[in-house]
T-cell receptor
Framework: EPEVTQTPSHQVTQMGQEVILRCVPI?????FYWYRQILGQKVEFLVS????????KSEIFDDQFSVERPDGSNFTLKIRSTKLEDSAMYFC?????????????FGSGTQLSVL | QKEVEQNSGPLSVPEGAIASLNCTYS??????FFWYRQYSGKSPELIMF????GDKEDGRFTAQLNKASQYVSLLIRDSQPSDSATYLC????????????FGTGTRLQVTL
């Protein structure tokens, strides 16, 4: 069964460093998303992306964050200068279409620890 | 601020019983509703979705939606220890590529 894959599974970084989280969405999907979940808290939306553009972003997704689809398969989330509060599990998701009824499928996540 | 509310639990049910998980949402414009299961340290896994008022059944799972009451529920019949997990209710707005808003989840424990 097709799945969303994320690398790395764990990332440890020093505060102020840049990190790039990588995702390979399901191959025929067109809409891509990043969510995050701080330990013990709810899953929070960060950004949605379609046709090489951001469709929607949350208040969390400030200037320190960026997304890119550098080639036909990868979808990346970059955090330019990490803060302690960026420590969380980051989930990539994709969907075939962007309609309201469309199902989102999540990757296994990258656990980011900022020291 | 759109809210999705769930009782955090834990909800403890004996093996073989019916587990009933509830969720309320604040935005009347919400159109589609999803239940995800999340094991500790793992990603959300979609188990049910519902768009229309009423019941929708899939195997041991039944989702129920009442838009007038802004209420969605998930019933798990013949609960198994492997069903022990956190169940996340998620609500999606209208619009293209619209985001899912998640509740905090209800932790379900199925006891032997």
């Amino acid at each position: 069964e097709p799945e969303v894959t994320q690398t790395p599974s764990h990332q440890v970084t020093q505060m102020g460093q840049e990190v790039i989280l990588r995702c390979v969405p399901i191959s025929n999907h067109l809409y891509f998303y990043w969510y995050r979940q701080i330990l013990g808290q709810k899953v929070e939306f960060l950004v949605s992306f379609y046709n090489n553009e951001i469709s929607e972003k949350s208040e969390i997704f400030d200037d320190q964050f960026s997304v890119e689809r550098p080639d036909g398969s990868n979808f990346t989330l970059k955090i330019r200068s990490t803060k302690l509060e960026d420590s969380a599990m980051y989930f990539c998701a994709s969907s075939l279409a962007g309609t309201t009824n469309e199902k989102l499928f999540f990757g296994s996540g990258t656990q980011l620890s900022v020291l | 601020q759109k809210e999705v509310e769930q009782n955090s639990g834990p909800l403890s049910v004996p093996e073989g019983a019916i587990a009933s998980l509830n969720c309320t949402y604040s935005d009347r414009g919400s159109q589609s509703f999803f239940w995800y299961r999340q094991y500790s340290g793992k990603s959300p896994e979609l188990i049910m979705f519902i768009y229309s008022n009423g019941d929708k059944e899939d195997g041991r799972f039944t989702a129920q939606l009442n838009k007038a009451s802004q209420y969605v529920s998930l019933l798990i019949r013949d609960s198994q220890p492997s069903d022990s997990a956190t169940y996340l209710c998620a609500v999606r707005d209208t619009g293209t590529a619209s985001k899912l808003t998640f509740g905090t989840g209800t932790r379900l424990q199925v006891t032997l």
